[in-house]
């Protein structure tokens, strides 16, 4: 059991309880716990990878096959992972808060696969591919590529349903996550490196707003001097921890 302390967070639960908005970041160390890799650090998937011959356009239109066999390895990982308890502790959250935004930068659909509902994918998801002729979305392509998955619609090319690095952020998506973090009493920034923008911006926006911002993650990250309490240990250790807090005081 890491050492942390919640203390910093405490006094602010009665208002959450009664009404006033949480925000929570999270990244891939959220779903560290269910097996899945993060990107950066040891072991990580960008570790012997460069991101962009496999997370971009130009990786795409190059050499997709290489792309999809990237993908198609993590949709086997994510289609055999679980929940942690850090999602289950977020879903339990969302049931007892009045306002409550599950904002990710996963793709593994772990967050809904606990039970959170107000969730915003900044970067899309894997479980669905899109087709880069007619742009209609379809479940993602079980199975090892290649073939390479074409639309069985008008025949073009299916590519994953992410956000790549250069292309931007879905639009509405990333208004709705902007006026959330302006809007939030409390910001919880979990299992993020926090340093791919735009998402690494939210915190910011939020602690502009007023926000107390509260990081989860067992290493330092350049977010730390902005947040009001730091917990250095796993997201599937305090989150439930949090959420047992937020039991014993409802009224
Ligand atoms: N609990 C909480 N945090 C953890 C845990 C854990 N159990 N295990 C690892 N971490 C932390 C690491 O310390 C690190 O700071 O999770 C973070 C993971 O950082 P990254 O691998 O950089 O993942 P992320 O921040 O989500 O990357 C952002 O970069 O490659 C792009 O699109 C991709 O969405 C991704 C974005």
Redesign the pocket.
């Known amino acids: 059991m890491s050492a942390f302390d919640l203390t910093p967070l405490l006094d602010l639960l009665p208002e959450l309880l009664a009404g006033r908005p949480l925000v929570v970041l999270t ?4 779903s ?2 269910s097996g899945l890799p ?4 040891p072991g ?1 998937m ?1 570790e012997g990878n460069r ?1 962009e011959d496999l ?1 971009s356009p130009e990786a795409f239109a190059r050499d997709p096959e290489t792309v999809w066999r990237f993908y198609a390895w993590r949709l086997e990982k994510v289609r055999a992972a679980r929940p942690n308890e ?1 999602h289950l502790a977020l879903a339990r959250m969302e049931r007892l808060l009045p306002r409550m935004t599950v904002v990710t ?3 593994d659909g772990l967050h809904a696969a606990a039970g959170s509902r107000n969730i915003l994918e900044l ?1 899309g998801t894997l479980l669905t591919a899109r087709c880069t002729g007619c742009d209609r979305g379809v479940p993602a392509p079980e199975g090892p590529v290649p073939p390479l998955p074409r639309c069985a619609a008008c025949g073009a090319l299916l590519r994953p349903d992410v ?1 790549w690095f250069g292309e931007a952020l879905s639009p509405v998506t990333w208004k709705a996550a902007a006026d959330a973090a302006e809007a939030c009493a409390v910001f919880f920034v ?7 923008a735009p ?1 690494s911006s939210l915190a910011l926006l939020a602690a502009r707003a007023g926000a107390y911002v509260f990081e ?4 330092e ?1 350049p977010l730390a001097p902005l947040a009001a309490g730091v917990f250095r240990a ?3 250790e305090v989150l439930p921890a949090i959420a047992a807090e937020l039991v014993r005081r409802i009224p």
């Open positions: 990244g891939a160390g959220v560290a716990e993060t990107f950066r650090g990580g960008w991101p997370a850090g930068q996963n793709v970067h956000v979990v299992g993020t490196s926090s340093v791919v998402a989860i993650n067992p290493e990250t796993g997201a599937a």
